[in-house]
């Protein structure tokens, strides 16, 4: 009974870390879980070091040449990269984290020389024999946006399960920070409750594009039908507002889950229901032309409020090897856009393979694409699409070489000005302790 004030004070949750013996029970994509397959009691906490050669190509700041169109250039530079990536247990608590940072200078003085940084973190913390309290975060400051999202070994949530920009068309200094704090009461074997509470923040450094704030709350409940198949239900309220714009979303989701863990390697989760969205913003409009003639302008502004009704899922299947793993997903949701358009449908495909199966080397692959639908301050479609593949080798101890190539295609029917390829290419060396390959995830 105490717990029930807790509840009322926290409306939080997640799943859970429980879930590494052999067969344990499949992972809930509605909690945000990863394979469960993938889950390992301890991951050491590995730092690394990189100093690599860069060419990028498509470099685009919120600027138009003579002609009006949006330029772009090609450079070479350098990138100087670390971080530090691992998990550590106690009785009670058990701490992921995964960061990287780094510095990028271009050969010539550009506007994009810079310093990215991303950070993913969960803490999880057992209060009581069937009640686990978790704390996750997304943080990160980047220039270059690849919309590239694969799944963490050392953090054991699904990043797509939390807000980050993922369809960023300018090459813009862009903040952002994702916080989600959850609760799970594992009523039975069978039964569990999973509470939550979410909050979000994107700010853009030009002038010119719209930040983002939003905060949700959620709650589902899941039932094991077998050792290996659970089903639920959740719902999700979710809204957002925008920076410069009196613009916002109301969001209601309501949801079925699906869940099965078909051998100990391989897993499908699925969630489906509908959505209901609730858009307003400030939209000009000419004016009648006698009012016109009378007030001396010819437009006016007026509230634009729409209500959408919309099917939502999210799907995921993934293998895990002994030493990779290989996954694949779909989802249609809504998302806040941009920083160019707000409030849009979305619908994505994503997904990627990694492999450190040999003694020296490590490969990593992923691909992901976006097809928008804007609803609100500018009505259309556009879309993104690209992928990413990497490979390290180790050189000596501690020592490693790695290649990288990054391509990514923004393209809209609509709008001529949005279509445009990028492209990353880079060759380094890096420093890791370890007696395998870095994971080039």
Do not use: C
């Amino acid at each position: 009974m105490r717990w029930k004030g807790a509840l009322a004070i926290l409306g939080l949750a997640v799943p859970v870390w429980a879930q590494v013996t052999p067969f344990a029970g499949p992972d809930v994509l509605t909690r945000g879980q990863t394979p469960a397959a993938l889950a390992t009691p301890q991951v050491d906490f590995r730092p690394f070091a990189e100093v690599s050669g860069v060419y990028d190509t498509g470099l685009a700041a919120l600027i138009t040449n003579d002609q009006g169109q949006l330029g772009g250039i090609g450079a070479s530079g350098v990138e100087i990269a670390g971080g530090l990536s691992g998990t550590h247990s106690w009785r009670h608590t058990l701490l992921g984290l995964d960061y990287r940072g780094a510095y990028r200078h271009y050969d010539h003085k550009t506007y994009y020389d810079g310093a990215d940084q991303s950070l993913r973190l969960e803490l999880s913390q057992q209060l009581a024999r069937h009640v686990t309290l978790a704390l996750r975060e997304n943080g990160g400051l980047f220039s270059r946006d690849f919309g590239l999202l694969g799944l963490p070994e050392s953090v054991p949530f699904d990043p797509s399960s939390s807000y980050i920009p993922a369809t960023d068309f300018l090459d813009n200094r862009t903040l952002y920070l994702s916080t989600q704090a959850d609760l799970t009461i594992q009523k039975s074997a069978r039964l569990s409750f999973d509470f939550g509470g979410d909050g979000f923040l994107a700010r853009r450094r030009s002038t010119a594009l719209y930040g983002v704030t939003g905060a949700g709350a959620r709650g589902d409940v899941q039932y094991r039908l077998s050792r290996r198949t659970t089903i639920g239900a959740s719902y999700q309220f979710t809204f957002f507002d925008y920076t410069k714009i009196f613009s916002g979303t109301d969001m209601h989701t309501a949801v079925g889950s699906y869940a099965v863990r078909i051998n100990r390697s391989l897993e499908f989760t699925a969630d489906a229901g509908i959505m209901w969205a609730e858009t307003k913003f400030i939209q000009t409009v000419p004016l009648n032309p006698l009012v016109a003639s009378l007030l001396g302008q010819s437009t006016g502004n007026v509230i634009s409020h729409n209500l959408y009704r919309l099917p939502n899922f999210h799907a995921r299947i993934s293998r895990a090897f002994r030493n990779g793993l290989l996954f694949a997903g779909a989802s249609r949701s809504m998302s806040p856009g941009n920083g160019l358009f707000l409030t849009s449908k979305v619908t994505s495909a994503f997904g990627g393979y990694t492999y450190t199966g040999l003694r020296r080397w490590s490969f990593s692959s992923e691909f992901s694409g976006d097809w928008n639908q804007s609803l609100a301050n500018v009505i259309g479609g556009y879309q993104d699409y690209g992928g990413a593949l990497r490979t390290s080798r180790q050189i000596g101890h501690a020592v490693y070489a790695f290649t990288a190539f990054s391509a990514r295609r923004y393209s809209s029917a609509g709008f001529a000005g949005y279509n445009r390829p990028i492209y990353d290419a880079r060759i380094g060396i890096g420093f890791s302790p370890g007696d395998t390959p870095l994971r080039a995830w």
